[in-house]
């Protein structure tokens, strides 16, 4: 459920524009004087590091304390009140009341993994394609800055998904995911062999190049080019979806969020390998079950107005509405 972020400014106190060094009142930066945003961006793009000195100079500019990582501070043109720190650090986001994340979907699921970790809300800035997990666009950067300066932004809870991997009875993986865990093959030339499991009981087995099991969050990412259902974010669910399954039952499956989905790799097929959000990886021997069920940990975000998620849906993937009338008055 969506909760307002600390003493939230009516709207109106939202400008429209940058603030200028020389109209920010002295008293407006020592309110701020005791507020930090993280910002971690996507330093290998030259449009990212514009983005980062835009957004930096604006919260410095008003009294807001920045912390970076020293990894990507060499690459940004940083003002010498910004802090650094290690990214091994565990209390690299203590004190830090936003995580402003500048990049494609790659960054902001790595911006995800540090929200996770310290329960600090994340702000989303898009700078590659699509970014569902964004909440604004390159050219919002202004409205940004103003928005995070007046605390004028809400923060909701998405689900995530803890991912175990038992072989011989052992357990040899522990994970998590804000999109989804996907089991698939390695060899190209040969199927996975797996057998479907849900709630401890068998449902179906099948060849396939892999299997999806995602959030609702997740299922505009891997799971929906699978072929899987959009699920609403505030939908409580969990899916799993066939990749290119040889069988005539593959469909995805929708089930509830207390369900815990297997997937057993069978002993006579190839090795396959488990992906989580696209960013982590482990091999999966043969004969190893996946189990995924509802994470015990959340990921927040941090959401600037309340635009419906079908409204996002045809931004996204520039849906056609021409002809469309509205409801009847």
Known sequence: MSQPAQSPRPAEAV????????????DVRAANADRTV???????????????????NGLVRNGLGVRVLATEAADLPLPPAVETVPETAP??????????????????????AFARASGVPMLGVNLGRVGFLAEAERDDLDKVVNRVVARAYEVEERMTIDVVVHSNGDVVHRDWALNEAAVQKVSPERMLEVVLEI???????????????????GSTAYAFSAGGP???????????????????????LVTSPTTVLAVEVQAHTPNGVLWCDGRRTVELPRGARVEVRRGAVPVRLARLHHASFADRLVAKFALPVSGWRGAPH
């Not at 959009?230 to 995805?252: G, N, R, T, Y």
């Open 230 to 252: 959009v699920v609403w974010p505030e939908v409580e669910a969990l899916l799993m979806v066939p990749i290119s399954a040889h069988a005539l039952f593959a469909k995805p």
């Open 38 to 56: 993280f910002l971690l961006a996507h330093t290998g793009r030259p449009a990212a590091i514009r983005s980062a000195e835009l957004v930096v």
């Open 199 to 217: 709630d401890g009981r068998p449902v179906t087995a099948f060849g396939c190049d892999g299997i999806v099991c995602a959030t609702p969050t």
């Open 91 to 112: 209390d690299v986001l203590d004190g830090c009341e936003l995580l402003i994340v500048l990049g494609g979907d790659g960054t902001l699921l790595r911006g995800a």
């Open 15 to 26: 400008r429209s524009r940058s603030v200028p060094a020389a109209e920010t009142a002295p």
